[in-house]
C-alpha cells in the first residue's frame, strides 16, 4: 500500500518541477547587492532567481528610494531583465542613485557616456559623472578619471586632484597597480614637472 501510495505522489512531486514551480527567494542584503554589483552579476542573479523578486526590487527603488535598487532597476530596465527594455527609465534611475551619492551609479553613467552606450557618446561629461566617485575613494572612478584626463577630456585645473588620488592609490593586485603607473605617464604627459611632484605628496593642500 505504501510503494501504491508513493508511486502516485512522485508524479505530482515531478510535475511541480516540470511546470517551473520555484524555491521562495530572499531579497538581497545590501551587502550581498553590492557584492553583486562589483562582480558584475547582478542581472545574472535575478534571472538565476527566476525574477521573483521583480516587486520587491521595484519597491526598494521607486518607493523606498535606496541607491543599490535604484541601480539595480535601473538596469533591469536597461537591458529588459525580467522587465521590457526602458532605457530612457533606466537611465533616469541611475542618475536618481548618483544623485543620493552612490559612485556604483556614477562610474556605470561614466562609462555610458564614455562609451555612447545608450546616450550620445560624451567623454566630457563622463568626467563629470566620475569626478565625484573618484574624489569620494573609489578606485575604479579614479582610474577611469584618469584614462579620460590623459586622452584630453575634462578640465587641465583638476588633473593635478587626479594624479595626487591615483599615486596615492593601495591596489591590491600588481595587474591594476601596473596599470595605474601607465595612466599616471600619460597623465604627466599633460602636467607641469612641478605640478607632478607637488601631486606626489601623501597631503595635498590639506585634502
Not at 29 to 49: F, G, N, T
Not at 196 to 207: E, F
Request: charged share 20%; proline share 4%; glycine share 6%.
Amino acid at each position: 500500500m505504501l510503494r501504491t501510495l508513493l508511486i502516485w505522489l512522485l508524479p505530482l512531486t515531478l510535475s511541480g518541477f516540470a511546470r517551473g514551480e520555484s524555491i521562495a527567494v530572499d531579497i538581497y542584503s545590501q551587502e550581498k547587492l553590492l557584492a553583486l554589483i562589483h562582480a558584475d552579476r547582478y542581472l545574472e542573479q535575478v534571472k538565476a532567481d527566476d525574477c521573483q523578486l521583480v516587486q520587491d526590487i521595484e519597491a526598494r527603488a521607486e518607493v523606498l528610494n535606496q541607491p543599490l535598487y535604484q541601480y539595480l532597476w535601473g538596469e533591469m530596465q536597461n537591458y529588459g531583465v525580467c522587465v521590457p527594455a526602458n532605457p530612457a527609465r533606466g537611465i533616469e534611475l541611475l542618475n536618481r542613485a548618483a544623485g543620493q551619492g552612490s559612485p556604483e551609479a556614477m562610474v556605470l553613467l561614466a562609462q555610458y557616456y564614455r562609451d555612447g552606450r545608450f546616450v550620445v557618446q560624451n567623454k566630457h561629461r563622463a568626467v563629470q559623472y566620475v569626478l565625484p566617485a573618484a574624489a569620494n575613494g573609489n578606485q575604479t572612478a579614479r582610474m577611469m578619471l584618469a584614462r579620460l584626463m590623459s586622452e584630453g577630456y575634462g578640465s587641465p585645473r583638476d588633473y593635478e586632484l587626479a594624479y595626487h588620488w591615483l599615486f596615492n592609490e593601495v591596489f591590491s593586485d600588481e595587474e591594476t597597480k601596473l596599470e595605474a603607473l601607465t595612466l599616471l605617464q600619460g597623465l604627466e604627459a599633460r602636467m607641469p614637472a612641478s605640478v607632478v611632484q607637488k601631486a606626489r605628496k601623501a597631503s595635498l593642500n590639506g585634502r
